[in-house]
């Protein structure tokens, strides 16, 4: 018995080894001998296919030995079709293609009877009846990606770049990121997906999850837009002849007969959110034979990246008379700091099976999960599974990057790197020190002083610097940190301290428990609408001491979880003392003739009489956060929430003043917010966020409880985007214990408007229109409507905002003004 398990185990491997390993092989290049990357090579008639390599060769799996008639596919060469007669695997079999010869009988110039125009048009009208026919499917998908770096420098900005791991060479050159996906997925248009990867794979990270996904690389040129980013302008959009200038340059047969039209794609307008290069054309049917189109990375509001060129072959089947994507590549140049950046996103599409509809129930939210142990395959299921050969440069990153990866994981090796970074000198009191055991995954960091000096008129000159301990679990994404901050004020002589420990718990619920308690000077607006950089110069330079503060001896716990997909609470509990705090200097930079107003928010000039009295309180929150529709990515590690575009996120929240040392403190509060944001195909962005709320019994609370709302009287700010601040409304002066609603909406065009106009377009910005309203009782609403100009800046780096502001009282002018963006400067908070 025990022999005859073992033939037949020995007998089933064999199989298998044999099975897996059916491939036809071969190199494929050009009459001059150059090898042709992205060719299509699929068995006629089927949807059994893969694409050659940057070398040129492929490898294909095919099920048996016998004739088999192959399909060799690229865009401005000859298809050509062969018959194997396969004998044994592997089997090998190099082919040459021939440049295509494209006829044209007649160039016209005249733009109504332009050829190219009439082929577009009638490929618009039918785009829809085409898309129709391959909308629902199911599918084998594999995709492979690289992303290289070039002479990077041993520094930038005096941070030491380092070898990423031991990816770059001496050069400073090397592979940063090389990974493979296999996955099956079922697609509905316009947006339906359930993908299922099989395996995983990155270069040097054993236990690494691939980013290379079916989610975000369906390009779809039948749609009007394509995602790049921001919506691209499809060549065959319905609006597309108010975009792009055509040329047919030629015509040619494929192997079916079908006379297939090579149109030369042209911009209109350089800065547009638009595409150059080739599509190819079916006569009759319309449809797409393929794309070669590159954009630039300004096209796309990406600075920093310079090209960006998609490539996408169709093939046809005769069974069905179906024109189905089989391959597809994405390759890109950027660079920064005279660092340059190339990659390539190559994806293959098989075993297709084209439904007329699906069930109910075959979609869910769960729109991508991995089968278990898919991140750890071995390199035999690799070489036998993936489509597409590795190339020897791939080749050799795997080999080194595996060994480099071994070695880097031993104890010697991380406990010899840990005695180099931890060295200790002097000047890191100062600059910051951190103690790491890699081993063990934990770090213990100390933050320094230089970092963190700032100035308020309560405090003075002020340090802060902390300690703190943090250990991570790698493989489930779990950790546990804990330390104490320290922070003294020079001119107010008073030392204070916080503490704080918290955990990542479970990382499919996404449930963290956070305790935090301690001393601390405390702005009365706990959103902290002006920095400390901001307020230190704004104090400083113009003596304009926005920034109010108390002082809040606290203690606070706080749990929170997702209950269900979609629903996210936050539950906590908190003890305060609160504190009033005074001006301790006016101490200036530049003079301005000006006094200091007082820390009293609610009267400035009033230096003797504080906002608050000394006061004690309990206060507990329960909030709500609901994503409509909320998608999500399931990996072993975690459960990974996406957005609904379709749904807004709606906020509910009730906190609850108790036990204060007086009754005159206690309330209740209730409170909603509703955001919505929306690409409105190339024209922009759209978003708003409403909030409200109302007190009850809170006639004589303290006034840190009230509703205070994020005003801006810096005329800076370093928020992304404007919908959660007023631009011009001073920090304190609407402050509610009654009720309220606030609304901001913002509008960015995303170059839709700024792109047309001579001159301007020259800018490469964007057109930002923003509108910010308060209403409360006993007053006319306060309204902000502002237009403004964003990514503005100097060659790649576009990080500054300008926007023009006017404001309303009612009907009432209250006042106007430019207000800056400055996003950087929230990196050096």
């Known amino acids: 018995m025990k022999n005859q398990l073992f033939y037949f185990l020995a007998f089933f491997l064999v199989g298998i080894s044999f099975v897996a390993n059916a491939q036809v092989k071969g190199k494929i290049t ?41 399909v060799f596919q690229y865009l401005g060469y000859k298809t050509q079709k062969h018959i194997l007669n396969i004998t044994k695997f592997p089997f090998y079999f190099d082919i040459i293609l021939e440049e295509e010869n494209y006829n044209l009988n007649e160039v016209i110039v005249n733009s109504k009877d332009n050829p190219a125009n009439a082929i577009i048009r009638s490929a618009v009208a039918n785009r829809k009846k085409n898309a129709e026919k391959t909308a629902r499917f199911t599918a084998d998908f594999y995709s492979r990606g ?24 001496s050069t400073g050159s090397g592979i940063l990121y090389l990974s493979e996906t296999v996955s099956k997925i079922t697609f509905q248009k316009p947006d339906k997906l359930k993908e299922r990867i099989i395996a995983s794979k990155i270069s040097g990270k054993s236990n690494g999850f691939s980013y290379n996904t079916a989610q975000a690389t369906s390009y779809d040129f039948y749609d009007n837009s394509v995602e790049l980013g921001i919506n691209m302008i499809s060549p065959i959009a319905e609006n597309a002849f108010a975009y792009y200038k055509y040329t047919l340059e030629g015509t040619f ?30 006569e009759d049917s319309w449809a797409i034979y393929g794309i070669d189109l590159t954009t630039k990375g300004y096209r796309m509001k990406e600075e920093f990246l310079d090209d960006m060129n998609l490539k996408q072959s169709f093939s046809y089947n005769t069974s069905n008379a179906l024109w189905a994507k089989n391959s597809q590549s994405l390759t890109f140049e950027a660079g920064a700091f005279g660092i340059k950046f190339n990659g390539k996103f190559t994806y293959v599409y098989s075993n297709y099976d084209f439904k007329e509809q699906f069930e109910k129930k075959t979609f869910s939210r769960e729109i991508l999960s991995f089968e278990e142990e898919a991140n750890k395959k071995d390199s035999l299921y690799w070489k036998t599974m993936r489509p597409i050969p590795l190339t020897e440069e791939e080749s050799n990153d795997y080999i080194r990057k595996d060994s480099i990866q071994t070695l880097r994981k031993s104890k010697p090796y991380l406990d010899s790197i840990d005695a180099k970074n931890n060295k200790f000198n002097l000047l890191k009191v100062l600059s910051g020190y951190s103690y790491q055991n890699s081993m ?43 330390g104490v901050n320290f922070n003294y004020g020079f001119s107010e002589e008073r030392f204070r301290t916080t503490g704080f420990f918290g955990m990542r718990l479970n990382t499919k619920t996404n449930s963290f428990l956070n305790i935090t308690g301690g001393s601390k000077a405390a702005q009365f607006n706990s959103s902290n609408p002006i920095s400390n950089l901001i307020n230190t110069i704004s104090t400083l330079g113009f003596e304009d001491n926005y920034m109010k503060l108390y002082e809040s001896n606290f203690t606070k716990a706080a749990y929170q979880q997702e209950v269900i997909n ?40 009033d230096y003797l009489n504080p906002a608050i009295e000394k006061h004690n309180l309990f206060k507990a929150n329960l909030n709500a956060r609901i994503n409509f529709g909320q998608e999500y990515l399931s990996r072993p590690d975690g459960k990974f929430n996406m957005r609904n575009e ?46 409200g709320g109302k007190f009850f019994d809170a006639e004589t609370i303290s006034f840190v409880d009230y509703r205070h709302f994020n005003g801006n009287q810096t005329h800076v700010s370093t928020a992304d985007r404007y919908l959660n601040e007023f631009n011009l409304m001073p920090y304190y002066s609407y402050s509610t214990n009654d009720s309220y609603m606030e609304t901001h909406i913002e509008h960015n065009f995303e170059g839709f408007i700024m792109n047309k106009i001579p001159l301007l377009n020259k800018l490469k910005s964007t057109m930002v229109l923003g509108y910010h309203q308060l209403a409360i009782p006993h007053t006319k609403p306060y309204q902000e409507f502002s237009v403004g100009l964003d990514k503005l800046g100097f060659g790649k780096f576009k990080m500054l905002r300008v926007d023009y502001v006017r404001s309303y009282n009612g009907s009432a002018y209250l006042g106007d003004g430019v207000m800056f963006g400055m996003k950087f400067l929230g990196v050096l908070e």
Request: proline share 4%; net charge negative.
């Open 566 to 605: 979609g629903l996210y609470v936050v539950g906590s509990l908190e003890y305060s003392e609160r504190k009033p705090l005074f001006n301790t200097t006016d101490y200036v930079f530049i003079n301005q003739s000006k006094v200091y107003t007082s820390n009293n928010p609610l009267d400035p000039d």
């Open 440 to 482: 063990e995954d934990w770090t213990l960091r100390y933050d320094g002083v230089l970092k963190l000096i700032h100035f308020n008129t309560v405090q003075g000159w002020h340090i802060s610097t902390g300690l703190s301990y943090i250990k991570r679990n790698e493989e489930t994404r779990k950790y546990m940190n804990f």
């Open 646 to 691: 379709k749904y807004p996120t709606l906020f509910v929240g009730y906190e609850k003043g108790f036990a204060g040392n007086e009754t005159g403190y206690n309330y209740d509060f209730i409170a909603g917010r509703l955001y919505y944001e929306k690409t409105v195909g190339n024209k922009g962005s759209f978003a708003i966020n409403l909030k």
């Open 146 to 169: 690289i992303f290289r770096m070039k002479n990077a420098p041993k520094k930038i900005l005096g941070q030491e770049v380092g070898d990423f791991d031991g990816a770059l060479d």
């Open 253 to 282: 047969y494929d192997d079916n007969k079908n006379l297939i039209n090579r149109i030369k794609v042209t911009p209109k307008r350089d800065a547009e959110p638009v595409f150059e290069g080739y599509i190819f054309i079916v």
């Open 30 to 70: 050009d009459e001059k001998g150059e090898p042709l990357p992205f060719v299509s090579i699929y068995i006629e008639n089927t949807y059994i296919g893969t694409t050659s390599n940057e070398n040129g060769f492929y490898e294909l799996n095919v099920q048996n030995k016998e004739q088999v008639k192959l």
